[in-house]
């Protein structure tokens, strides 16, 4: 599992981007793969799939708002 913080979250489209705390690339989350409902400026903990179109952050869990 790695950290990060949520930069943006729309809900009305369910897409949005993770800066990773080890201060990699950010990644790409889709509603499909978050668990608790975030928010921007939120720490998570999430896995990663690698897919056609990236990198996409999967299993979204809120650690902290």
Do not use: C, H, W
């Amino acid at each position: 599992m790695r950290l990060g913080t949520v930069k943006f979250y729309n809900t009305k489209e369910g897409v949005g981007s993770i800066t990773p705390s080890n201060g990699g690339s950010e990644v790409s989350v889709f509603a499909r793969g978050v668990i608790d409902p975030i928010k921007p400026n939120n720490i998570v903990q999430f896995d990663i799939e690698f897919t056609k179109s990236g990198i996409e952050a999967i299993k979204v869990m809120v650690l902290s708002a």
